[in-house]
């Protein structure tokens, strides 16, 4: 079920006809190319909205010793980042592309958008195109970073 302050959230843009951008993520570990990504994101439109991976979709996504950081504090750390209408958290069923479809359907964003190493682009693509969307990628991957290997490193210089 949406969020009600999501719910009112869509309904004010959808009546204004503000472009809506949707991104969906984990987001564990902010780090500048989260950042770089999200901002590309909301130069595509009105507003910006941003659902967070559940803590258990992320244990399944992951592996059990992620995440890091519970939901809360991720849509927390999300939030202040100022750049988003909305953050909410995803449902925790939300591995089948009949999920994905759902939650489109409930939004109807005018993009979605995703970086270049997003997996499964073709059928978000045509997910977002069967609701009157389209899929930008926003980004291209900096194989440099990422929050499993910032993990990763911070875990071997621990040991």
Do not use: C, W, Y
């Amino acid at each position: 079920m949406m969020p009600l302050s999501l719910q009112k959230k869509l309904r004010e843009l959808h009546d204004q006809q503000k472009k809506i951008v949707l991104v969906t993520g984990v987001f564990d570990v902010l780090h500048e190319e989260h950042t770089r990504f999200l901002r590309a994101a909301a130069q595509l439109a009105d507003a910006l909205l941003i659902g967070v991976e559940s803590d258990v979709r992320v244990k399944q996504i992951k592996g059990s010793t992620r995440p890091i950081h519970n939901q809360e504090k991720r849509v927390s750390q999300l939030k202040s980042l100022r750049v988003a209408e909305e953050v909410f958290i995803l449902p925790e069923q939300f591995s089948r592309p009949i999920d994905h479809e759902n939650l489109i359907a409930s939004i109807k964003p005018t993009f979605l958008a995703v970086s270049s190493h997003t997996d499964h682009l073709e059928e978000k693509k045509r997910i977002i195109e069967k609701f009157g969307g389209e899929l930008k990628v926003v980004l291209e991957q900096n194989p440099e970073i990422s929050s499993t290997k910032i993990i990763e490193r911070f875990s071997s210089q621990q040991s």
